[in-house]
């Protein structure tokens, strides 16, 4: 099983650089995409409703900002549109997905903003989807969380870290929160099973970074360390272009998932999680 996550800054535009036709070459089990920029009525029935894959979309109130969105060959058995709390979900920041042997979180951490001005935002959004998954994993299933995290957890995530010590995203607080969040008992599978320097997800555009590869290391797959020993890979897919962050994925063992997860057979609307 191929999971992929995707900051696409823009699903429309992603689509007019070929996404589609890049999903079906990929032909991931399961795609998170965050800031699509778009509510649902904007898009073409190609993007909002794939042959290929079940589309699951949850849009920002204000048009051309933030929003995720899902495409999953399996269906899942239940699924829920953000965290429950109207200051996050206005923003389209949160997909919970139910697939039976696990939940899958995908997430678009707030940006702190140049100011800082969000990051006490964003560290209350961070609590919050904290306290929903472990909600989650109190109900007996492991937690799968992919997104763009909007922060470089060490270092070695970033290519000038003393440059950036005071700038959001590399925030001792926002970084703090990633420790915390490790402590609960989640894995950042990337670095668990890679501890090379130099693999970014993210590159100003302004700059051209990504040609000089001066980025940061933003989107991250963790997952709570009862799925660990089923992680067979987790990458960085920097050859894939279209937008200033590339895909990251992971593969499970076919072994994380139970038979009614992968099913092909088409199941009722899938009921609303917890």
């Not at 590159?203 to 990504?210: G, P, S």
């Amino acid at each position: 099983m191929r999971l992929l996550s995707w900051n696409v800054n823009g699903i429309r535009a992603v689509e007019r650089k070929g996404f589609l036709q890049w999903l079906d070459d990929d032909a991931p089990d399961i795609l998170c995409v965050q800031e699509t920029k778009a509510q649902p009525d904007q898009l073409s029935s190609a993007v909002r409703m794939p042959e290929s894959h079940q589309a699951i979309w949850a849009s920002a109130e204000r048009k051309g900002y933030s929003g995720v969105a899902a495409f999953a060959r399996p269906q899942p058995i239940a699924e829920e549109v953000g965290l429950g709390i109207e200051q996050f979900d206005a923003e389209g920041r949160t997909l919970i997905l139910d697939f039976g042997s696990f939940v899958l979180f995908n997430l678009y951490v707030p940006n702190g903003q140049r100011d800082k001005r969000r990051v006490p935002f964003k560290l209350e959004f961070c609590e919050a989807f904290l306290l929903k998954a472990e909600e989650i994993r109190r109900s007996g299933k492991g937690v799968v969380a992919c997104g763009d995290f909007n922060t470089a957890h060490k270092e070695v995530d970033l290519a000038r870290p003393a440059e950036n010590v005071d700038n959001t995203g590399f925030l001792p607080e926002e970084r703090a929160w990633i420790d915390r969040f490790i402590t609960r008992g989640y894995v950042d599978t990337f670095r668990h099973l890679n501890q090379e320097p130099n693999h970014y997800t993210w590159w100003d555009y302004k700059t051209f970074a990504r040609r000089r590869n001066i980025g940061w290391r933003l989107d991250y797959f963790f997952v709570s360390e009862d799925l660990l020993p089923f992680v067979t890979n987790a990458f960085i897919m920097p050859e894939v272009m279209g937008s200033d962050h590339c895909p990251v994925g992971i593969e499970f063992s076919d072994e994380a998932f139970s038979e009614s997860s992968t099913s092909d057979e088409r199941r009722p609307p899938p009921a609303r999680l917890l």
